[in-house]
Each structure stands twice: as C-alpha cells, then as structure tokens.
DNA sequence: TGCCAGGCCGGGT
DNA sequence: ACCCGGCATGGC
C-alpha cells in the first residue's frame, strides 16, 4: 500500500469507528477564532472555561474584547492557562482584525487563502496551527491544520519520521488527498480522536486501536526487525 | 503526585 | 538554521 493509500485508509478506519466529529466546538467564527488562539498547548476544558467566563462578562465580541483593560481580560481567561501571554495575543489579533478588515469576518473569508495565511502569521501569537486552525474552522478555508497528535498518528504509523515538521506534514496530507473542505474538518478532528483515545503517549498501541490495521507490527518490532 | 494538554515567542548558539 | 526556557491552569 502506499503512503497515499494508507493516509485514505486511515481516515476512513477512523471515521467508521469515531464518526463525525462536528468541529469546531464553537458557535460563531469570533468564538472558534478566540478558542483557537486559548487552546495553544491546553486542555480544551480548560478552554471552556474562559470562554464561559468571557461570555458571562459580556466581552465575546471584537469591540468589548478590544477595548477591554489587558488585565481584565487576563483574569477572565485565567483557566486557560498563560493567561498573561494569551491575553496579550488575543489583544494583537483583534488588532490586526480591526486593522485589516474593521473586525470583518465576512470581509477575511473574501480574500485568497494564501494571503490571508501569511497575515494570519505576521500577528505576534498566531504560530501555524493556530492560523490553520483560523483559516480551516473558522474562515471555511481548505487547508490542513497539522498538531501534536497528527504527528504522533502519523509517527506511530511510520508515515513520517522524527524529523518531519510543520509545513512537511501539512504537505502530505494535502496533496494525498483531495483539498476538500469537509474531509479537512473531520480529519483533524478524527486525528486529536484517535490521538486522544487510542495513540495516546501512555498508551502507544493497543489491540483496540481503530488503526491496527494499517501497522501490522510495533514499531519496536520494526526497530529490532 | 507528577504528567499532560489541539503552541508560540524570543534569545542564545 | 536549530535549540531551549518561559509561560500556568485543571484533570486524571
């Protein structure tokens, strides 16, 4: 089978046993946006959290979040974690966004995906997963949002190696498959599924795992093979 | 109890 | 071009 055949294969497998996953779990494109920027490296309970309290305080919205005292917004974001720090990247988003388009969701999604990304990336705090995770979630834009439990799928299943990065990984599953929009959106979402239920970093394998099929061997096995 | 979670930045080699 | 420390809460 081939690397392209094996990347379809998976989808499927985890598709068939996790179903649909719905992504993002957010109600507007504001709110997957502020979601995504808080989820950096933390758990998506935690994420919930803050939002809620974001709602309660009435500051979901570009204009509250903008005008909002960095302090006060750091402390109602707290249970996300870095707080400090996500506080001060939320602030530089809605920056730019008000900048760039007058906090136009509508006038972001008319642009050409290429650009856009790369703006995305010029504002301090937006690294690439969280711009994919933007453009994809948020903006309806097909492209590919690679994190760490992609990586860890595709280690464990010897689609890449140690060294593969970002962009590297992005590539692959871009070009093995069909630049679709929803398949990119229940992809992703199958791959943090199956990282966060079966390829887990305890647990590299089991007997249970959706994916058993594509690796017939451990890869420990491979390494004294 | 320690490890982990849907990263990113800035400074140092 | 890499490598690393810092950032922080909540759940298991």
Redo the contacts with the bound molecule.
Sequence with gaps: MTSRDRIHRMFDLALRHFGPQH???GETPFE?IV??IL?????????E?AIRNLKQAGMLDAASLRKAPLPVL?AAI??????????R?LKSFLEWFHETCGSSIARLKARPIESLREDL?S?????????D?ILL?ALDKPTF?V???TA?VLRRHALIDESA??DEIKALLEDSQPRDLARFNEF??LF?AV??YCC???IPRCDACPLRSLTPITLEEAAEA
């Design positions: 992504w993002w779990p997957v979601g995504a989820t950096q490296n933390t758990a998506w309970t935690n994420v959290k750091a707290r249970p996300a974690g870095y707080f400090n720090v996500k506080a990247r990336l504002v301090s705090g937006i690294g690439r997963e969280t711009a995770s979630y949002v994190d760490a439990y860890r990065d970002y992703h979402a943090v990282g966060k887990t970093k305890r």
